[in-house]
């Protein structure tokens, strides 16, 4: 990278005041990219088009991607912008949810009132190990309660017990992760502390199986992600024969490159 040219700006959409896109986040700007971090709950406004952004990541959050908010509204019809562009587009837990309902596809909870809190194993498909992120971790970090059918014209990435459709791609690199690849162990002590009474739900792990389960599986969840994250957005470069242009104005919200979340 020249002293001219910028690094590849990717938009991080949040849903709660003090949210943060963990592990993704850093990975990012490790491998050169500057986040634009915007929070559209808050009124943040988003892009008309991706012309200044190397891809989108919807986070997750506690609401529902079913919630009749007009946030919620504006933010999954936003949805069609960088689809239409094809441009990187990721959807984890919640924004993968968000993804499945701008393909008018339903978000469900189930009648039990089971949920996947903890870490639980997945079955990856030949296409999911073939991705842009290699071969898939097998056990994954879960936090939901909703889970989403498969669209009409994804591919099925990777597939689960309670809720079936676990990750799933749609046209030539959107993806949803119904898991967290994102978490830190930070990031765990404090969901695990400050939203115990989630762990009270059917089919949730205790605290206790949270933290162990980070020491067995996520070394090879953070292997893949990295690999993933650099194949996604060349993806989109690849497609444009070209990085993004660098002459652009980057704006207020953008994130420095020394600000790396915690």
């Known amino acids: 990278m020249t002293a001219k040219s910028h690094p590849r700006r990717v938009l991080i959409i949040l849903h709660q005041e003090h949210s943060t896109p963990g592990r993704i986040g850093r990975l990012l700007i490790e491998q050169g990219c500057e986040l634009d971090i915007r929070r559209p709950r808050f009124d943040d406004p988003l892009p008309t088009t991706m012309e200044e952004h190397a891809g989108a990541v919807i986070f997750g959050g506690p609401m529902s991607a079913n919630d009749p908010d007009a946030w919620m509204a504006r933010e999954t019809d936003w949805i069609g912008v960088p689809l239409k562009e094809q441009k990187p587009f990721l959807g984890v837990c919640l924004g993968g949810q968000m993804l499945a309902r701008h393909l008018s596809h339903r978000v469900f909870n189930k009648s039990c009132g089971s949920a996947e809190i903890g870490y639980y194993d997945i079955r990856p498909t030949a296409a999911g190990d073939a991705s842009f992120g290699g071969k898939m971790p097998r056990t994954v970090y879960q936090w939901h309660r909703e889970g ?20 799933f791609q749609y046209g030539p690199n959107a ?3 119904q898991f967290h690849p994102e978490v830190t162990y930070a990031m765990m002590c404090r969901w695990t502390t400050r939203a115990y009474e989630r762990m009270q739900s059917p089919n949730a792990q205790a605290p206790h199986e949270h933290l162990s389960g980070w020491f067995q599986h996520d070394r090879a969840v953070g292997l893949w992600l990295d690999a993933f994250l650099r194949n996604w957005l060349a993806s989109g470069e690849a497609k444009a024969g070209k990085r993004p242009a660098a002459d652009v104005s980057w704006g207020a919200a953008a994130m420095p490159l020394a600000a790396a979340p915690a």
């Open 148 to 167: 989403f059918d498969l669209p009409k014209g994804a591919t099925l990435l990777a597939e689960g017990d309670l809720f079936p459709t676990q990750a």
């Open 175 to 177: 993806v949803a992760l």
